[in-house]
């Protein structure tokens, strides 16, 4: 990598412990259950669930008028409750003896470790006056006797770690399926990448994951497929495929690490994004659906599930809107606070649930959704604005050093890229645009 002229920094994450289901007394733990209606990770449920037989039909229909009354949607797998518990003080005595024994702390291992996914020995030294720790014992699935203990990762010897799991309440007599682990690793800055996820110094490498500065499965699974996505159309000299900060979390994310840089392992949380109202779960489909068919991922069967459904959300948002009841509107009356979908006089008892969400969200959010869209537009007048490859920021005066060193590190594509950058200012946007117009000047 520094021989292809990439720029290396280092890292540190932390895993903990598994342990042996069998071997806890969870009745000491408090039982956390998930959320009523199960929530799932997917719009398409076909892999996930049966539809009943009603009358000689078996598919699914999208609109009040059209969806079979008595359909049964039955749930395939279950859904298995976490338990929440605490270290003790007995932990935190055993940890302080032996921190010399831990690599975090020998010095053994020196990068940056992520600042929200502390280890058990940085909660205890930073956290001195706690007498506990709160500690989340996770199935790792279905068919698995393993508990993940989240909260609880650490780089202490396996030995020391037998001896602390039996000092959380509930795992007195907790056996080790897995020991917790550190790692220390080089990633990339990734300031020096494309946002398609392309090095800028190697045409044809493109980077996703750990690599790239980030931390945790969902991110790296996010990036993999983005990468993925512009290598093969590269190899296929289709046009790449990049997401705005107003699409997709992915492309907040994205757009984060190659404008700002990362100098801690970067996870993606809905505060990094300004336009989250506009990034929700309920329309995700609505938002990423057209580009997943577009670049063959999403089969047309699937996109054909999601026309419906699209079909049935307008439906059922024009029924509300001329449907009155006492004089109102029922889109007017599911707009108060107190009001949801499910107690909505004249509501639809036959849409599927996820209609009915984004029916809901669209007409309680659409005060503020219009104002973020506002914002979107502006943002996209200075997403569209590109900075033309021949532009040389050396040759801008009155730009300042710091400003134009790190214009040339990025080499941003467009203006707001540009803006996003920490510690360019407006006035210096301001002089990169008056040399744009001027249009290329000779040598």
């Not at 506990?132 to 014992?137: A, G, N, P, T, V």
């Not at 203990?149 to 907790?174: H, K, M, W």
């Not at 993925?228 to 590269?234: E, K, Q, S």
């Not at 730009?399 to 407006?426: C, D, Y």
């Amino acid at each position: 990598m520094r021989d292809l002229g990439l720029e290396l920094g280092r890292l540190k994450t932390g895993t903990p412990p598994r342990l042996l289901r069998k071997d806890l007394d969870l009745e000491r733990t408090e039982v956390q259950h998930g959320d009523e209606p199960v929530p799932f990770f997917t719009h398409w449920k076909s892999d996930l669930f049966h539809v009943e037989q009603n009358e000689g039909r078996d598919q699914l229909h999208h609109s009040c008028d059209s969806y079979p009354r008595g359909s049964v949607l039955a749930r395939v797998g279950a859904q298995l409750p976490c338990y929440v518990t605490f270290t003790t003080p007995r932990t935190a005595e055993l940890i302080r003896a032996n921190l010399h024994r831990s690599p975090l702390y020998s010095g053994e291992i020196t990068g940056v470790g992520p600042r929200y996914c502390p280890s058990i020995e940085d909660k205890v030294v930073r956290f001195a006056d706690k007498e506990r720790h709160q500690i989340f014992l996770e199935p790792e699935g279905t068919d698995t006797d393993e508990i993940y203990v989240n909260g609880f990762a650490t780089s202490l010897p396996f030995d020391l770690q037998v001896d602390l799991v039996r000092t959380i309440v509930g795992c007195e007599r907790a056996e080790i399926a897995r020991a917790g682990y550190a790692v220390e690793y080089d990633f990339v800055l990734p300031t020096q990448l494309e946002l398609t996820l392309e090095t800028k110094v190697c045409r044809n490498l493109f980077l996703a994951g750990q690599i790239n500065g980030t931390s945790g499965y969902e991110e790296a699974g996010a990036q993999g497929i983005l990468a993925g996505i512009n290598a093969a159309r590269r190899v296929q000299d289709r046009p790449p495929i990049t997401l705005r900060r107003d699409q997709a979390y992915l492309g907040v994310l994205v757009d984060d690490l190659v404008t700002k840089g990362t100098t801690e392992p970067y996870r993606m949380f809905t505060s990094r994004a300004e336009y989250r109202l506009l990034l929700r779960q309920d329309n995700a489909d609505h938002r990423l659906a057209p580009i997943g068919h577009e670049v063959g991922l999403l089969s047309r069967p699937r996109y054909g599930q999601f026309l419906q459904r699209q079909h049935a959300v307008a439906q059922e948002l024009a029924r509300l809107e001329t449907t009155r009841h006492d004089g109102q509107t029922l889109a007017k009356l599911l707009k108060r606070p107190e009001v949801t979908y499910a107690t909505l006089p004249g509501r639809c008892e036959r849409l599927p649930i996820e209609v009915t969400q984004q029916v809901e969200a669209i007409l309680k959010y659409a005060g503020y959704v219009e104002r973020q869209e506002v914002e979107v537009s502006r943002f996209l007048e200075m997403e569209t604005r590109e900075i033309p490859d021949w532009l040389d920021f050396d040759r801008i005066p009155g730009l300042r050093t710091e400003s134009r060193q790190k214009l040339n590190k990025i080499r941003p594509r467009t203006l707001g890229q540009a803006g996003r950058i920490s510690g360019i200012s407006p006035a210096d946007l301001s002089l990169v645009m008056v040399w744009i117009r001027r249009g290329r000047v000779p040598a």
